[in-house]
Every structure is written in C-alpha cells, then in structure tokens.
C-alpha cells in the first residue's frame, strides 16, 4: 500500500475487555514498530519487529500486551483485560532499515471506559 | 541501550527569535539521529536525520542540527521562528545496527509568540 494503515481508527472497550489492534506496514518494510502515546506525553516505545530477528519486547508495559507479525506484513497488538491506564494512542510504524525515517500510520484511538 | 533526554518540556519564543530545542542521547554504538515533529492534529514528520558524514545536517523548514559526539548532543536550531513552528518536537536515536530499535524522547512542546 502507498503508507502504513492501522484499524480500527478508534475503539472504545469496557475494562476487562481484550482488543487487537491491527498495523499494514509499506511493503518491503522490514522494520515494525509500535508506539504507545498518551494524552499530551511523547512516544512510548513497546515493541519492535525487524526481519526474521527475534522482536524486542523491552518496552511491553506488563504480560496483558502481546503483539506478532507474520513475516514482514501485518503485525497485530494485544491488549488483554484492558485497564482505564491503556487508554492512548497506539501507533505503528515502519522502516526499510535502521537509519532511514519512519512512517507512521494515523494510529489507534483506545478509550478504555 | 539507548536513550535520550530532551530538556524542556515546553519552550516559549517570539516570532523572529531563535529556536534551540536541546536533545542529549546516550548510546553503546554509534548512533543514528533524528528529530520528528508533529503539528497539532497531525502525524509524526521527519524533519532531519544524522547517520554519518557530515555533523551538521539541515532539514526541513529551515531547521537544522549538529551532532556533537563530545556532548552525546543533537540540538536542534532555526534561526527565526515562525508561527506555523508551533509543535511538538521529538528527538530519537538509535544505534548503527540492524537490529537497533528507534527511542524517542519525551518531546517539546514549541509556542511560538506574536
């Protein structure tokens, strides 16, 4: 596709409640991020996707977030029994390589209620 | 590990006045250095990048950076700000590698006054 598409736009789940969050990188990206950005912070780093590498999970606040990509396409992030404190916007993005810019997609608007 | 630390949440300047936006970064390799910008309502944009070459790098709408290994520093600078400057700055590295991932710091918010 001609940039990163993330869906759905917006969700709004109940506390308790799992959500998947869906990011297409640019094909040929080998490089998947995902970014968590709350009201007024700056980017949240969670967790990176780069090739057939083992994903580094360092920044996954806790075990209730997983994420997965199937090879060097769509990545989903997990979000189980979510909590109030998740409400944010999640963002992808994705790089040909290490030291070229990223693309962002829109990102997800999660509410949590 | 990599790291950066952006001092000043908010920075206040007239229209006309210089801007310096300050961004220090901590690496164990080499690093890869950028600064994005997003506009109010808007995505994330590229405004500079540093890999190698040449340590001071200019960008976009008249902004440009030095990268100053001595001070692990990557300030960001326009001569005269402009209204539409308003926004929010963010500073990330990330290592020569590639298997670095990007950090980004916490970011500045940039107000730019009549």
């Known amino acids: 596709g001609a940039g990163v598409s993330q869906s759905p736009s917006n969700k709004v789940t109940e506390k308790g409640k799992d959500v998947e969050l869906r990011c297409d990188p640019i094909?040929?990206?080998?490089?998947l991020y995902w970014y968590r950005q709350r009201l007024g912070q700056g980017l949240e780093f969670l967790i990176y996707?780069?090739?057939?590498?083992?994903?580094?999970k360092s920044g996954l606040p806790s075990d209730r977030f997983s994420a997965e990509r199937t090879g060097e396409s769509v990545s989903t992030l997990t979000i189980q029994r979510t909590q109030q404190e998740d409400s944010a916007v999640y963002l992808c993005?994705?790089?040909?390589?290490?030291?070229?810019?990223?693309?962002f997609g829109s990102g997800t608007q999660l509410s949590v209620l | 590990a990599q790291s950066v630390t952006q001092l000043g949440s908010h920075v206040s300047v007239s229209e006309g006045a210089l801007v310096l936006l300050r961004c220090n970064y901590s690496s164990s390799v080499p690093p890869y250095l950028f600064w994005y910008v997003q506009y109010p309502n808007q995505g994330l944009q590229l405004l500079l990048k540093?890999?190698?070459?040449?340590?001071l790098v200019k960008g976009i709408n008249g902004f440009e950076a030095e990268f100053k290994k001595s001070e692990t520093s990557f300030h960001l600078t326009k001569p005269s700000a402009h209204m539409s400057d308003a926004a929010e700055y963010f500073c990330?590295?990330?290592?020569?590698?590639?298997?670095?991932?990007?950090?980004f710091g916490k970011g500045t918010k940039l107000t730019v006054n009549p």
């Open positions: 990330a590295v990330s290592g020569q590698g590639g298997s670095e991932k990007l950090v």
């Open positions: 094909s040929g990206h080998t490089a």
């Open positions: 540093y890999t190698t070459g040449a340590t």
């Open positions: 993005a994705s790089t040909r390589s290490t030291g070229e810019k990223l693309f």
């Open positions: 996707f780069q090739g057939n590498s083992a994903p580094d």
